[in-house]
């Protein structure tokens, strides 16, 4: 699987790649300039686990415990550092913009390294916006740039076997690890198959390998750690497969899967023409045209997206988030369609600018719709509350998946306390449970509101929901709970004792 250089596209300048690539940043950022709660919706329990760290170092006695070698770590440095530098208000979109400055810097970067087109770069960029990104799975999302690094390290010249290069190799290794314990196997398998496609000797392969070793002797102590403490918690472990047709359905919603309406399906149809003008147009000489090391990652991860299991461990999307990841390798391996009125590269940048600010009306309409009475709410819990929080409408009309479901995680975030379900349960984080904690009301009521019981009441000090009229009028009636604030979808209750 040599790498193609000889007739690759040409690369343009650096000036005018830096210049796009600092623009295609400012776009994408705007929606999340736009909302001060975006619909992410892990964010608020990653930014929890902040203050939650915090208590620990305060309290080394207390209930929490910092995890400090296990994996899923490396993001919480940068939350750290949010946290220590800027009101706690703005964290959640510093995060995000984080991650989108990362992943832009990752794709072009990895684009002008391989001297490929700025165009096939930036449409690769869309799909910065995918379902792992809505669902605020940000130790995964930092993970992929660190994957780039990794690329870059193991498509070197195979007989290569300096000291240097091992430590670079044991380097990145760490950062996978610290990114997301499935960076890190992700690394480990594709460093075996770069290495048998190229044609290694085994000897050169084992030596390379022998970089993941320091972390994965850790990871060997830490798995089954985690492994018993979320079955004991609860959580389901098993792996759970889907049919193979409801997975290739469901590739729209990997790619994307956050604004509901056209835009999204446009894109995802827009970046399935690219691919397929590419490869006609140019069927004479792709074997020539196509960077085969981008290729063969591109087919690394569709085979990961085919055969990993739907959920496991708890962690659902477990094959659909290697999706995006997946056709961003494609896009760069293929040289962009032969268009010359518009260019490629007019016609890419169009698409790219049109694209993140529909997305940002969607942003924009989703913070003043969908979290009226949230705010207010937020502000009228007094610090270290006790608060459990039911999201009884679980679906938006202008955003996909469920972006409510942690929101009630900010009352954590802003005022400290503790909450119906903490990020601290699932013992993969920075901080958790010293022992496991006794849940006395009625279990995942994060998920499922609408099975809370009026004896849940009396373990919280106040209720935060997210409900139509109707659930409202339900909630106010109950003799153990007196509404504090009295309008909008997201209300406020005091539990009476």
Not at 261 to 271: D, L, M, R
Request: charged fraction near 15%; proline fraction near 6%.
């Amino acid at each position: 699987m040599p790498g193609n250089t000889k007739e690759a596209a040409p690369k343009p300048e650096r000036k005018e790649r830096l210049l796009v690539a600092a623009g295609l940043f400012v776009l994408a950022i705007v929606p999340i300039l736009l909302a001060p709660f975006p619909p992410a919706t892990d964010l608020p329990q990653h930014i929890a686990q902040i203050r939650l760290f915090k208590e620990a170092l305060a309290d080394p006695g207390g209930p929490y415990v910092i995890q400090w070698l296990a994996p899923n770590n490396l993001i919480y440095v940068f939350l750290l550092a949010f946290w220590t530098v800027l009101p706690v208000g703005l964290v959640a979109r510093a995060s995000l913009i984080l991650i989108v400055l990362l992943w832009v810097a990752a794709i072009h970067g990895l684009g002008a390294g391989r001297s490929r087109t700025l165009a096939t770069a930036t449409v690769a960029s869309l799909l910065i916006f995918n379902q792992s990104f809505y669902w605020g799975f940000l130790n995964f999302l930092i993970g992929f740039p660190a994957f780039i690094l990794w690329f870059a390290l193991t498509t070197r010249d195979p007989k290569r076997t300096s000291w240097t290069l091992w430590a670079a190799l044991a380097g990145t290794s760490a950062l996978l690890y610290g990114s997301h314990a499935l960076w890190f196997a992700a690394g480990g398998a594709w460093l075996v198959v770069i290495g048998l496609a190229k044609k290694v000797p085994l000897r050169a392969i084992l030596w390379r390998l022998s970089a993941l070793v320091p972390c994965g002797l850790i990871a060997l102590l830490w798995y089954p750690h985690l492994s018993a403490s979320r079955a004991m918690a609860g959580f389901d472990t098993a792996p759970h497969w889907s049919p193979l047709f409801d997975r290739l359905a469901s590739f729209l919603d990997a790619a994307f899967g956050g604004v509901r309406g056209p835009v999204e399906t446009i894109a995802f149809v827009f970046i399935l023409l690219w691919a397929g003008l590419s490869i006609w147009q140019n069927r004479a000489r792709l074997r020539d045209l196509v960077d085969r090391e981008l290729l063969g990652a591109a087919f690394f991860f569709l085979a990961v997206v085919i055969v990993s299991p739907d959920k496991f461990m708890n962690a659902i999307f477990f094959s659909s988030r290697w999706f995006p990841v997946a056709m961003i390798f494609l896009l760069l391996a293929l040289p962009p369609p032969a268009l010359h009125r518009p260019s490629h590269k007019t016609i890419a940048l169009a698409f790219a600018a049109t694209f993140f600010l529909v997305t940002a009306r969607g942003w924009y309409l989703y913070d003043r719709v969908d979290l009226g009475g949230f705010r207010e709410s937020l502000e009228r819990i007094p610090d270290s509350s006790r608060v459990l929080g039911l999201d009884l409408v679980k679906e938006s009309e202008l955003i996909k998946g469920r972006p409510f479901l942690q929101l009630f995680a900010y009352a954590q975030v802003f005022k400290g306390g503790e909450l119906n379900f903490s990020f601290a349960e699932h013992y993969s984080g920075l901080v958790a449970y010293r022992t496991s904690r006794t849940v006395l009301w009625t279990p995942g009521l994060e998920w499922y509101g609408e099975k809370v019981k009026r004896a849940d009441f009396a373990f919280f000090d106040f209720v935060l929901a997210n409900g139509e009229d109707k659930d409202h009028k339900i909630l106010s009636a109950f003799a153990e709970l007196s509404p504090v604030t009295p309008a909008g979808r997201w209300r406020l209750y005091r539990v009476r004792r």
